[in-house]
């Protein structure tokens, strides 16, 4: 999918007028306040419009990861979890120790992270 | 279009799956040991309905039979109406009995929604219905465990409901008050004359009269969500 096309799902999602608002750079949760049952809409509507099979946890595997203890565990990721991080986030960014903390993760939740997901899908 | 009525060997569940029947719905029905009974209402409703045997009080059996639906078995109406009562007073040792009661009444009822309410959002269409009971409101020295349980219930529907309102899935729980069913003739330990007497209105409901109320929210008669109904004996619900 284009970076307009998911931008403008990402818009009317959070009734944000003006799609043009929407840098596809930027985080959808921590620069536009995504809100969990926007993300929730906005995988189905992706889903819909892609005509790919994929549920909310596949596009934005983090959440479900850090509650999983294989995963991460007493507020750390554990040697797993990088590797499956690394895994999720392949061929985006190389994620830096700095950005394994739920914010820095979520800043990487933007349009063009999305696109890159739906891709390797 | 597709109904799931969890606890269909029920007298409110066979009049529920009757009226959704009689209205074109395919219905899928569970029962807990009433197998015959649960043939024969299949085979007297025909329209391809369905009785899978599942025992609410079986989390395991519950998350099994959840974990095996896909997409294609998505219903546009779920009723949850099977439950157990258990009258006894709420002093003592009442763990087993209990978890027992809100694992039937509860828990089983609220895993069921969160799994249909999943299936149902993409859709974004679907009605959910909990049978709960005014038990909830009115509380009686014992029914601690099963008026307890439905109002958990109650509440849990409430805050689903604010997660799945956009994706236009609509719940409504429906609190009866006595129904004459061999529910309330087991409560009631030939009483029944007595305890009529003590009503206000000095009736008890019919099983259509819940049947009715599920059928007109999912015709979309009732325009509503998130609410609790109480269906009364003329006890007024503030």
Redesign the interface.
Known sequence: MKTQEIALIAANVMYIDDVNEIDVSRSLFNDYSMSS?DF??FA?EL??TSGKDFSPDQLWPVNTMMSNPEFYSSGKWTDAGKTELVRVFAGYTELQDGQLNSEALHNLFSVNYIQHRLAAM | MKALVIGGSSAIGEGIIRQLAAEGHQVTFTYNSNASKAEALCQDIGNDSRAVQLNLADPAAVDAFLAALTANDTPDVLVNVAGVTHDALSVGSIGSALSQVHTINYLSPATICARIAELMMPKRQGAIINITSIASRFPRAGNAAYGSAKAALERFTASLTLEVARFKVRTLCIAPAFVDTPMFREFAKGQDKEIIRSLPLREILAVDDVANTVMAFVRGDIKTTGITLALTNGQPVL
């Open positions: 049952l929730v809409d189905f889903k819909s």
